[in-house]
């Protein structure tokens, strides 16, 4: 199993410019998430997924949209692309029982990003 | 609503020990504990469920107060690989979903040197 892999690793946008970035996950699991994280900062949600189709903001999502259109795929969009989004990306994944709580959550290797 | 970790760094000896403190305002289902080294993603450690249960990972324990709303990590005979920053991260509010969102905490950079 590849885990969670990331695409690109690295990227510089121009301010205005628009990209997304690619999450895919090979474990079967229904979670999906992304967050940022601003150096020597924790990690902040931006959005994230239940399983296909079902998507949901999280603490920061302003600048940015997502879709969940199968199980293993959650890419994310950033529109107009800000120097404030300047950031390393991780997307994540865990499953989930229903039975209550978070299960553990396994990490990308991230997407490091800078807009000038 | 971001847990607050303490401290918010500390350098250790190798063989030395460590606690890290985490500790939310709201009631909380679970913590988890995790692990980034430095331009890498974060790596799981443990999960601490309602009821205080202690677990253990090696040498790295954690335990679990849910009345306090606090958990702690337990470093015994630090290595040199523990180093890194440490994250807590928290049952977040119930969303339409359920409960299914972790709130990290502000994190606690771990060095140990030689």
């Known amino acids: 199993n590849a885990g969670v892999t990331q695409t690109p690793k690295f990227r510089i946008l121009k301010i205005g410019q628009s990209m997304t970035l690619q999450c895919t996950q090979d474990?079967?699991?229904?979670?999906m998430y992304w967050y940022r994280q601003d150096p020597g900062m924790g990690l902040k949600l931006i959005y994230y997924s239940v399983g296909a189709g079902i998507t949901d903001k999280g603490e920061v999502p302003n600048g940015y949209n997502v879709s969940r259109s199968t199980t293993e795929d959650f890419p994310l969009r950033l529109e107009l692309a800000a120097p404030s989004q300047t950031s390393v990306y991780f997307c994540a994944s865990s499953y989930e029982d229903g039975a209550g709580g978070t299960d553990t959550q396994y990490f990308g290797p991230g997407t490091r990003l800078t807009v000038l | 609503q971001q847990p607050v970790q303490s401290p918010q760094a500390v350098i250790l000896r190798e063989g030395e020990d460590a606690v890290i403190n985490c500790s939310s305002s709201?009631?909380?289902?679970?913590v988890h504990w995790y692990r980034q080294k430095h331009g890498e993603a974060p790596v799981f450690l443990m999960i601490?469920?309602?009821?205080?249960e202690q677990k253990g990972h090696d040498k790295i324990s954690a335990s679990f107060n849910e009345k306090k709303q606090q958990s702690s990590l337990y470093l015994t005979a630090s290595q040199l690989s523990y180093s890194g920053t440490y994250f807590c991260g928290t049952d977040g509010p119930i969303s339409n979903f359920g409960n299914e969102k972790l709130t990290f905490g502000t994190g606690t950079r771990l060095t140990i040197i030689p």
């Open positions: 709201k009631a909380l289902y679970s």
């Open positions: 474990m079967n699991h229904n979670y």
């Open positions: 601490l469920l309602k009821g205080g």
